[in-house]
């Protein structure tokens, strides 16, 4: 069965430093799709970066970027230049075309990981 | 350009009631899902609905209903609400022909309080 894991509970970082949140996948299936997502206490889920399996390169979108390790299943996002607006829960995800091809909408969410920014 | 909508942003039941959750997806979008967000943990998928038809689900029990409209609006119905059922209620809308890569928008949820 698909899993997300995401080991890191909380973390803390300085303004203006880098941090790394971690995030292991589990699946059998060689073509997968990798989210991650932020929600601030709103409730809102915003979509930050994605990365397929397929994918040569580590996806890069502004501060975000991940570091895709394929063979060790891993997917840690990377923000560079933390900021007090980063201050949120921040959510790993996989979509499995197995699931109803590529139309699916189901995602396999982690447990998240709580990022406070302190200035 | 208007996100995903989705109303009430907070309603508090019963046990054993009945409640309904509405949704209406960003512009440009046909396909709705649903998922709740027990406290502290990720998202469930609960189901997909796409030319109102429930087109995949998740593991819940069949008190979870829904209903897509010909707007592509949507409705989840829980019905003889569970203390378990308290929960943050999310829902997602795509357009059901793109791409693979193309991610979920999310509106702010439904907090539904069980009581």
């Known amino acids: 069965a698909q899993k997300i894991t995401q080991t890191q509970p909380g973390m803390f970082v300085q303004e203006k430093e880098a941090v790394t949140l971690d995030c292991t996948y589990d699946?059998?299936?060689?073509?997968?799709?990798l989210f991650w997502y932020k929600q601030p206490s709103s409730g809102e889920m915003i979509f930050l970066i994605y990365?397929?399996?397929?994918?040569?390169q580590n996806a890069t979108e502004g501060r975000y970027s991940l570091n895709f390790q394929k063979a060790r299943k891993s997917a840690n996002l990377v923000i560079s230049a933390s900021q007090l607006g980063d201050s949120a829960m921040y959510f790993c995800?996989?979509?499995?075309?197995?699931?109803?091809?590529?139309?699916?909408?189901?995602?396999?969410f982690g447990t998240g990981t709580l990022l406070a920014v302190q200035p | 350009d208007a996100g995903v909508t989705q109303s009430p942003t907070h309603l508090i039941k019963t046990r054993g009631q009945q409640v309904t959750l509405r949704c209406s997806p960003k512009?440009?979008?046909?396909?709705v899902s649903w998922y709740q967000q027990a406290l502290g943990q990720g998202p469930q998928f609960i189901f997909q609905?796409?030319?109102?038809?429930?087109?995949q689900r998740g593991n819940f029990p069949d008190r979870f209903s829904g209903h897509q409209f010909p707007n592509y609006s949507s409705e989840l119905n829980v019905n003889a609400l569970l203390l378990g059922d308290s929960a943050l209620y999310l829902c997602?809308?795509?357009?059901?022909?793109?791409?693979?890569?193309?991610?979920?928008?999310f509106g702010n949820g439904t907090r539904l309080t069980v009581t």
């Open positions: 997602a809308s795509r357009a059901g022909q793109s791409s693979y890569n193309s991610p979920l928008h």
């Open positions: 699946t059998s299936d060689p073509s997968y799709g």
């Open positions: 990365q397929g399996s397929y994918d040569q």
């Open positions: 995800a996989m979509r499995d075309p197995r699931d109803y091809g590529g139309a699916t909408n189901k995602l396999i």
């Open positions: 512009s440009g979008h046909d396909t």
């Open positions: 609905y796409y030319e109102e038809e429930e087109r």
